[in-house]
């Protein structure tokens, strides 16, 4: 069978935008049975929160919307990593301009902006972290909703 097609999903500190992507298009891969082809993950451009669990807004919209068996634990991205995914998908302009400055010159990765592939063309998913409402979340998941899916379906046989 092909190697894996595998996703990294980066956002600056891993607990916001990023396990919110990785959530979504793990439950949209589980979902359309294409585990066998694709592999998701998520990092952080900073330490700053390894260890730890999401922000409990961002679990609170996955569980709303029915997701509820995602857990994971902030990592920083790695060097490895721009050798081991196939895309590493930012959330904004600061997210690639980051990882457009560590990228390895052997990088196999293509980094993009998950937003690139929202068909309603919402090229930038905002940091709802100093937000004092959860609204930012809502908007960060359907951003993630609409961008998984059009990528997947662009990306299938
Ligand atoms: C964030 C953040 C986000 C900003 N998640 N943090 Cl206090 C801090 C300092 C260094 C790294 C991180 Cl991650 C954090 C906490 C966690 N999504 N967004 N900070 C943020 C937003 C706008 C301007 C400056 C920062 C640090």
Same mark, same amino acid.
């Given at each position: 069978?092909?190697?894996?097609?595998?996703?990294?999903?980066?956002? @600056?500190?891993?607990?916001? !935008?990023?396990?919110?992507?990785?959530?979504?298009?793990?439950?949209?891969?589980?979902?359309? *049975? @294409?585990?066998?082809?694709?592999?998701?993950?998520?990092?952080? #451009?900073?330490?700053?929160?390894?260890?730890?669990?999401?922000?409990? !807004?961002?679990?609170?919209? @996955?569980?709303?919307?029915g997701? *509820?068996?995602?857990?994971?634990?902030?990592?920083?991205?790695?060097?490895?990593?721009f050798?081991?995914?196939?895309?590493?998908?930012?959330?904004?302009?600061?997210n690639?301009?980051?990882?457009?400055?560590?990228?390895? *010159?052997?990088?196999?990765? =293509?980094?993009? #902006?998950?937003?690139?592939?929202?068909p309603?063309?919402?090229?930038?998913? !905002?940091?709802?972290?100093?937000?004092?409402?959860?609204?930012?979340?809502?908007?960060?998941?359907? =951003?993630?909703?609409?961008?998984?899916?059009?990528? #997947?379906?662009? *990306?299938t046989?």
């Open positions: 069978m092909a190697p894996k097609k595998k996703v990294l999903m980066i956002c @600056l500190g891993n607990i916001c !935008r990023s396990p919110i992507a990785e959530a979504v298009f793990a439950d949209y891969i589980n979902k359309m *049975n @294409l585990t066998n082809s694709w592999e998701v993950e998520s990092a952080a #451009l900073i330490g700053y929160h390894t260890g730890k669990g999401p922000d409990r !807004r961002a679990m609170s919209v @996955l569980r709303e919307k997701i *509820n068996d995602y857990c994971h634990k902030a990592r920083p991205i790695t060097e490895e990593d050798h081991n995914f196939d895309w590493i998908f930012g959330m904004d302009e600061d690639i301009d980051e990882l457009e400055s560590m990228k390895p *010159n052997k990088s196999k990765a =293509q980094i993009e #902006l998950l937003g690139k592939y929202d309603k063309g919402e090229l930038i998913i !905002r940091d709802p972290y100093y937000d004092s409402d959860s609204a930012g979340f809502y908007k960060a998941y359907e =951003q993630c909703v609409r961008s998984v899916a059009s990528f #997947l379906e662009k *990306n046989s």
